[in-house]
């Protein structure tokens, strides 16, 4: 298959498919290297634009999704009769850096940073898909421990968590780094 | 220092109300006024109370570590101490916290650009498919004398087989983990089956069943889809450390 041809495939899986795919199974369904898959998924990019496609290629991780582009995004909301979802408050934004700047991280660590109870917050949070389960930590208790999924990439626009804006300066010591043994509490 | 008016805010937590009772004082975190910002804390607490807001318990913990910390600095301490400085640990604290809190407002504007991207959920096709694998049919015939041998009619149970009907028997899945662990070793791979050879009873068939589920999750065994298991990668890996009791009532 041409280029053309190829990223005609690549788009109908990603359609299809409707969540982000890693890119390595795009690369088998098509027989392609990963830098020819890279080439053919940029034409695909660039062809949505030229023909200002109400879709656009988003790259998260090391995955591809195919999304509505967002100036279309109210024209959707209407014709579908569904709600911008409600911004987060200050607080879920809180978590979501201590997990997204910390990552892996436990309940008892985001709580002990904030000195209160992130309980609900943290499941608030991972209903929304923001963050999810990742593992336990290996300490008596097994508590859970928490990352971000590649939906909270999208939703603040970014395709890893290196483009994280750099965390602001502690003012005063050493950065606690995420204990591998916790103190109980 | 004058008495400071605020609104009432509901704050996060205690260090959400020292943050801001550090900057409306405008003093450093790394040099805060105790006496006056725990004074000014309590005032904060006691209108809460007037105006029947819950006080929860961290607000009061917060209270008590700076009366402490107010405490120590009354104390005289000789000139050459080296004690740190009581306010360092609550100053560490109050900075990463700070330091969190700017990284929200920085995660804000780019959390209201990224929620008009839209996208579909996955097409419900057809993922079962008629199975496709081919295999030999000696291994039907197989399964069905391995099936039939285990039908061997068992030996009339022993009086010792009783004497835990009425006591619990505690098995550690530690144990048979070890267990399982040292004939793999001697043997080098063996197959399922035999990891279970010698068990009589169904609470030890359930501890070894349990423990080579948690020493294939630790990675030190591995279960090859011939039905054999060899050892895992790490091969020096240590024994397994938890503290496991199994209880079967």
Redesign the interface.
Known sequence: MNVAELSAAAEAILFAAGDPLPLERLCMALSLQESELHSVLLHLKDQLEERNSGLCLLFMDNKAQLCTRPAYAEAIRLALETRKPPSLTQTALEVLSIVAYRQPVTKSFVEQIRGVDSGYTLSSLADKGLIEEAGRLEVPGRPILYKTTDLFLRTFGISSLEELPPLPPDTVGQLPLMPTEESAG | MNSVTFRLEAF?????LLLHLISVNKV???DIPIADILSQYMDYLESMASFDMEI?S?FLV?AAQLVLIKSRLLLPRPKDSVEEDPR?SL??????????????????P??????????????P?QTDKPYNGRHHASLLTKSLSLLLGREKPKPPAMPVAFSHALTRKHIRVEDEAKRVLALLTSKGQMTLSEAFSGVTDRVTAVATFLALLDLCQKHHIYLAEDNTIATGSSDDAPPPSDEKELVIA
Do not use: H, N, W
């Open positions: 996060e937590g205690p260090l959400d450093q975190i790394d929860t961290d917060m360092m100053a560490q604290r109050l900075a990463v916290y700070q330091q969190f809190k700017e990284a929200a407002l920085l995660l804000r780019m959390s209201e650009a990224g929620c008009d991207y839209i996208s579909r959920l996955p097409s096709l």
